[in-house]
């Protein structure tokens, strides 16, 4: 089993920025590839970020490229989204989620989530 916890969620204007922080616990965390989603009310959960057990290979949605940057502590046992250049449309509850192996988008594949951090962007 690992368990995660996000944090670092909150209200913030339109072109500001957030830190969002993933802390595993449990199984060795670099063992894992790592993802981040989100979902807004009414909506279905969408991928935002993917990172692979080493950081070295990453990927994201095209509607937050080059504002949002996804990485990783394995020391820490920790995974974040810097996410800049907020907007409206990126307000949502953000989960991460762990998986055995580099499934990018495909989040059925994700084993472990965690229980979801609010982001609110205020145009």
């Known amino acids: 089993q690992v368990q995660l916890v996000e944090s670092g969620g909150g209200l913030v204007q339109a072109g500001g920025s957030l830190r969002l922080s993933c802390a595993a616990s449990?199984?060795?965390?670099?063992?894992?590839?790592m993802g981040w989603f989100r979902q807004a009310p009414g909506k279905e959960r969408e991928f935002v970020a993917a990172?692979?057990?080493?950081?070295?290979?990453?990927n994201y949605a095209d509607s937050v490229k080059g504002r949002f940057t996804i990485s990783r502590d394995n020391a820490k046992n920790t995974m974040y989204l810097q996410m800049n250049s907020l907007k409206a449309e990126d307000t949502a509850v953000y989960y991460c989620?762990?998986?055995?192996?580099?499934?990018?988008?495909?989040?059925?594949?994700?084993?472990?989530w965690g229980p979801g951090t609010q982001v609110t962007v205020s145009s």
């Open positions: 990172i692979n057990w080493s950081g070295g290979n990453t």
């Open positions: 989620a762990a998986a055995r192996q580099f499934y990018g988008d495909k989040w059925p594949h994700y084993d472990y």
């Open positions: 449990g199984r060795t965390f670099s063992n894992y590839a």
